[in-house]
């Protein structure tokens, strides 16, 4: 597959998600995820943009979290898991899920499965 077509792609991964965005994102916030080939970051943001929780696998604060995380998949729990945690205690029990254009699999799915398993809801 051309990097042309993969990009076109994204776009309408990206263009269908911000439909669904439009129309329930007036009441709760997203849970917005990037992923880069070595890492991956996860944001609670509101709906005038505003960060609530964030968290990211780069965070010198979370080191002893990740000790135990061997694969970037575990990573990637580890990172669902602390961004739930912060949303909870900012009053955050429901999101709607942006995966950025990702597919839903692998490490996106592990961080979406921990979120809900620390009590986020979507």
């Known amino acids: 597959m051309s990097d042309s077509n993969k990009k076109r792609l994204v776009k309408r991964r990206k263009k269908r998600l911000a439909f ?3 129309i329930e994102g ?3 916030p997203r849970l917005l995820v990037f992923r880069s080939n070595r890492h991956i970051y996860a944001q609670v943001i509101d709906n005038k943009g505003n960060v609530l929780a ?4 780069n965070s010198k604060s979370i080191v ?11 990573i990637s ?3 669902g898991k602390l961004v739930a945690e912060k949303a909870v205690e900012a009053g955050i029990k ?4 942006d995966r950025n254009g990702f597919g839903y699999h ?3 799915k592990a961080l979406a499965d921990s979120a809900r398993e620390a009590g986020l809801e979507f």
């Open 77 to 79: 729990k580890v990172i």
């Open 20 to 22: 669904k965005h439009k």
């Open 26 to 28: 007036d009441l709760r």
């Open 64 to 74: 002893s979290e990740l000790k135990d995380a061997k694969t970037k998949t575990d």
């Open 106 to 108: 692998g490490r996106i």
């Open 54 to 57: 964030s968290s990211g696998d």
């Open 94 to 97: 429901a999101v709607i899920f």
